[in-house]
Nanobody
Framework: QVQLVESGGGLVQAGGSLRLSCVAS????????MGWFRHAPGKEREFVAA????????SYADSVKGRFTISRVNAKNTVYLQMNSLKPDDTAVYYC??????????????????WGQGTQVTVSS
């Protein structure tokens, strides 16, 4: 199994920034494409961003383009989500996920094999 642990969530005012981290254990992160999803009350789980390996190509939801940046440091088995210019609509539980199709940039959560427990992000207005 791959275990994923997110951290870095919290309460921030609109316009602020947070950096989420996801650390993997059990398997090397270099074997997986990685994604971030979020789940807000009253909404379905939605795609946020993804990054491939080894090419490090990225994909973003239209709602976060220009504000969020996904990155990875495979040597640390860690993927990051830098979130800038946060809006109240960004409030959600954020999950990282691993896809053993390492070149994939999937937006469908069913494409991902392993999931973290989530970290809460709350953006106040």
């Amino acid at each position: 199994q791959v275990q994923l642990v997110e951290s870095g969530g919290g309460l921030v005012q609109a316009g602020g920034s947070l950096r989420l981290s996801c650390v993997a254990s059990g398997r090397t992160l270099s074997n997986y494409a990685m994604g971030w999803f979020r789940h807000a009350p009253g909404k379905e789980r939605e795609f946020v961003a993804a990054i491939s390996t080894p090419a490090y190509r990225t994909s973003y939801a239209d709602s976060v383009k220009g504000r969020f940046t996904i990155s990875r440091v495979n040597a640390k088995n860690t993927v990051y989500l830098q979130m800038n210019s946060l809006k109240p609509d960004d409030t959600a539980v954020y999950y990282c996920a691993a896809d053993n199709g390492r070149y994939n940039l999937g937006t469908d959560p069913l494409s991902y094999d392993y999931w973290g427990q989530g970290t809460q992000v709350t953006v106040s207005s």
